[in-house]
DNA sequence: GTGAAAGCGCTAACAC
DNA sequence: GTGTTAGCGCTTTCAC
């Protein structure tokens, strides 16, 4: 009836009208569920196929499933998120779920001035409303509360934040090892004044979960054991490249400098390396740098950076497993996973100068 | 009645019975539609506020819209996407829509022998089935007829692909002129073996149509009108980091090396650097290299790559405006906007050695 | 201006 | 094993 580009989409009604049987055996084809024929079963795979049928994740999610798990990274410039995301997608790849990505961007609006944590909530929020069967949470910067929130309404699994939870699964790196493995790399150098960038965190409550927040207490707790307590020293800005740039410019301004910086990202690491080139410094001859996250960038030929593996994709194949579990049993107890990290040495550290 | 995490979310009944009116009033002011009281208005907002009440997308998506965006990029590893998402979230951040992310990941499994462009038709397809109102795709593979096919269901914006089509918007860059600049630059300083990494094509029919096909175009005609079309030299791999360092691996392997490589992407570039400083060769002084994009990695200081600007901010804003105006009026004429490149000169490229 | 009621396309009880 | 039917939470005629 309907000319042109108006052709109504394909239903349940047409595939079960075209092979001849009730919409209810279509729809258990669809999900591979209990009680078909093998013989129905193939006149409606027919029809499917004959007529192109793909049912619609909106009408299917008011009762059942959508067959979707919503993934929430803070921020998509990170060159480590995509290891997550390749972890997941390709655990997912073989099930019906598809996975789909929503991001807090990070454009400064003028009259705008929603925090990140904000917009996070926001964004979780409107995955829930979107009928997501279930999530995946990126170190989100939400409290423990906001989180468990959650959790209770929708199938959740939480990376990078270090807290447990009956509520959801959680898979964090060690990155208080981590960390150590940093300091000890560059006190065997012979370095002593190892500084850090960290991120600033706003809010004290969930400071201590956050996975920044764990790499700069393992930054401390290494330092000390090396008997350089008196050496500490942390810059705090944003895991961005600007907060490794802002962080090293301060640092490069000290009355007697550090002889390495110690980035909590290779992101952070990137900023740094871009301020110590423009103050003349040579790297790592005059100073050294590592970042963390051993992200493509780092084994970059220009870069070379000494940086912290921590396995993202396993991390990202680690929580869609959990996830894909729990959705199939909310009642599941909940699982942690740590992840061990391993040190990259590469060109950016050496021993200090003079 | 139901206890514990059970408690059912509250529906737009719930507000239409605390607020005494009834759903169909509760759903017009949801809207902002035509014919509710300022009065009833008031009441209603009320209510909603007072019970939290949050539309669900799948069941608004039923009859009407879900007030969803789609976004389908060919690989998050590609750090100039960002700046396009960027540009589309913060145009979209004020209205009611949402933006959602696809990607095609690019982990390579041993059975499974998918190419890009079935990955990306396929997540089209799961996009459409989710009831996005509209959607954004970025460079897709896919040939001109399922793009159309696409877009004769569902409004569609397509961002780097030069192909003019009733059915969709477009919006894309200058690539053949942002490759006349590169080579005229780099012929200005003096090169004249100037050689190209471009992505291989192994469609043909859509190949002219492709970002990188129309820079390569652009790179042939620039060195033509040089008077270097004896030189024209261009190794196929692929935009990656990894296509990058084997195309360079066979540029550098030539009898008569090229004094300067011209990669079509800053992540291309970042694989040319990283092979030529494993064959230790010092950029520019040796051989001069260029990318295009202008990404953030372009500007790092061990790096400094000059790169093309094309502006991702303000492509993915235009894309984002011209969607949203085809989901308000579906048959409005269809739009291709050219957006200019600019050259970013920085410390890869200078005259040439001898 | 307002509300009753009929779906949208699917799933899940429940009959048969 | 199979089909009938009642919803899921919204939007949208269409009466009033």
New interface residues.
Partial sequence: MDPG?GTR?VTIVDVAAHAQVSTTAVSKVMRNAYGVSPAMRERVNAAIAELGY??????R??RGR?Y?IGVVLPD??N?F??EI??GI??HV??TEY??????G???S?PG?SASDAEVELR?I??MV???MDGMVLVAPAAGQKRVDEAA??VPLVVIGRHMRSALHDTVVDDDARGAALVVNHLADLGHRRIAHIDQREPDHGRAATMPNAVRTRGYRDAMTAQGLAGQIDVVSTGYT?EGGYLGAKQLLAREVRPTAIFAGADIVA?GV??????AGLR?PEDISVAGYDNT??A?????GLTSVDQAG?QIGADAARLLLERIARRDRPSTFITTSPTLVVRRTTAAPPG
Same sequence: chains 1, 2.
């Avoid at 793909?54 to 009408?59: E, V």
């Avoid at 598809?98 to 991001?103: F, S």
């Fill in positions: 580009t989409r793909r049912p619609r994740a909106a009408a999610g008011m959508t979707t998509i410039r060159p998120f995509p995301v390749d997608s390709g790849r073989d598809q996975v789909m990505l929503g991001t961007s990070r454009i609006l705008t964004l929020d409107s409303d979107r009928g209770a309404g490249e990137m390396l871009t301020a110590v080139a423009e790297v493509s960038f084994a970059l030929g220009p870069i994709q």
